[in-house]
């Protein structure tokens, strides 16, 4: 296949390095609206005349984990894997970015023209004030097209980068998605303190409209890959589905049953969700962490927080030009879990220093970089090509239940925990080290696995 397809513009490394700044930059947008809210805990619990809207812990774990609502309860992550294996990377992508842009319009909009009253009864999450509502509603949304676009952009750089350096670019790809985070983790408290709540949520606003028109422009690359395949086709009486082209093999749901068969599949899945459910919700929560426990200064709280996923965009390419290269990707996975277990545990003992606070913060960046670095290029080995949005849309379904549970979980913990001015979090953060151990023990089932069925999940990607 790699021979058949040598004179196309996804052999050309200008174009395929192009073509990776442009999706990176568009999911580095939609990272930025995710984790946005994220500082601004501390604002949004303050009173109206203090300059907050008056939410409870509880409130704001029902607003971060409402990305995930729509994704689970109406299955919109399987929806948009089977859009994206029918319909393509472009359709998809246009369709993701879109999505993206109304639910960031939305939360901007309910933040800043709303009123925090009345109380709403909502089923299944009590009595809430109808502002955090309606932004969990507008989240929500905006988690459709986020993870669409997630799977969408991996798909995108499996097609240009397969046989090639895939490793590193997705590990250069995770690099600009934390640069999302941090810089939203970095400025969003510091920018609605100097300007305003809704201020740091209207920069959100403009990166995804900014990266919707990348988006775009990519797919005029995209276009001419399939048409040079096609012609290469019909020059040497192949079929273009044996090409390297988003359709390299026609989607059937009959072979859905191979990969749901596949126990290295859903180790992954698992892997995956009991990964991310103990880090992001971690940084959701992170910022006030700073600020209650460590006594960290408001202002410079999400700078600490934001040392994670700074160390991650050195870190990952590295580590993925490694798995590139060397290999050993299920080893990698297992120790990103332990570094990541340890450190949460860690964070659990009575130890105040904000010192400590910065060196776990540096190991579990390590661990930010090393896992990620080494699970999404292991997909592809796991999963054929025509099934791969499917199968990237289950990985990412189990995942957001984790995200969407385990926030509104640790909310309701810590406020049972609060007293005054004064949180606990002993509790809170010794469950997302109980989820760590079950990253933990994934991780060594898939590496016993991968020795077994041979996956090639140690073997290096460029052949």
């Avoid at 309606?134 to 991996?154: D, K």
């Avoid at 300007?195 to 209207?202: M, T, V």
């Avoid at 549970?405 to 406020?415: A, M, R, S, W």
């Amino acid at each position: 296949m790699r021979d058949e397809i040598r004179n196309t513009i996804a052999t050309k490394a200008w174009a395929r390095w192009t073509v990776l700044a442009i999706v990176s930059f568009t999911m580095m947008a939609g990272y930025v609206v995710a984790k946005e809210m994220s500082p601004l805990q501390f604002m949004l619990e303050k009173a109206t005349q203090d300059g907050g809207v008056g939410w409870t812990s509880g409130e704001f774990g029902i607003f971060a984990g409402s990305r995930g609502f729509f994704n689970v309860f109406l299955l919109m992550l399987f929806v948009g894997g089977i859009i994206l294996d029918k319909m393509g990377v472009r359709f998809t992508g246009i369709l993701s970015c879109v999505l993206m842009l109304g639910g960031a319009a939305a939360v901007y909009g309910v933040i800043t023209y709303t009123s925090p009253d009345p109380m709403w009864n909502v089923p299944l999450l009590g009595t809430i004030k109808r502002q955090v509502a309606l932004a969990a509603l507008g989240f929500a949304f905006f988690g459709i097209g986020y993870e669409m676009c997630g799977i969408t952009v991996s798909k995108v750089v499996v097609r240009w980068f397969s046989g090639k350096e895939m490793a590193l670019a997705m590990g250069l790809q995770v690099s600009m998605a934390r640069l999302g985070t941090a810089l939203a983790l970095n400025f969003s408290l510091p920018i609605a303190l100097n300007w305003g709540l809704p201020r740091p949520l209207l920069i959100g606003l403009f990166c995804v409209g900014v990266g919707l028109i990348a988006y775009i422009y990519y797919c005029t690359m995209d276009r001419r890959l399939d048409a040079e395949t096609q012609k290469l086709a019909s020059q040497q009486n192949v079929e273009t589905q044996n090409l390297a082209s988003q359709d390299d093999e026609k989607f059937h749901f009959s072979d859905m049953k191979i990969t749901i068969k596949n126990p290295g599949f859903w180790l992954i899945t698992l892997l995956c969700m009991f990964y991310y459910s103990a880090l992001y919700p971690f940084l959701d929560f992170a910022t006030k962490l700073m600020i209650s426990k460590y006594g960290v200064e408001a202002e410079l709280a999400g700078a600490i927080p934001s040392i994670l996923p700074y160390t991650s965009i050195v870190l990952t390419p590295l580590f993925g030009a490694w798995f590139d290269n060397k290999g050993r990707g299920a080893t990698m996975m297992v120790i990103g879990s332990v570094l990541l277990t340890i450190t949460l545990f860690v964070f659990a003992m009575p130890l105040n220093s904000s010192w400590i606070a910065v060196t776990l913060m540096c190991v579990l960046g390590i661990a930010f970089s090393l896992l990620p670095a080494a699970l999404w290029p292991a997909v592809p080995k796991i999963v054929p090509m025509k099934q791969l949005g499917t199968s990237y849309s289950i990985i990412y379904y189990i995942q957001n239940i984790g995200l969407m549970l385990i926030p509104v979980l640790i909310g309701k913990v810590l406020e049972r925990n609060t007293i005054g001015e004064q949180v606990d979090y002993t509790q809170s953060l010794l469950i997302f080290g109980v989820i760590g151990v079950g990253a933990i023990a994934t991780s060594s089932l898939l590496l016993w696995l991968d020795r077994k069925r041979h996956y090639g999940l140690e073997s290096p990607n460029i052949a």
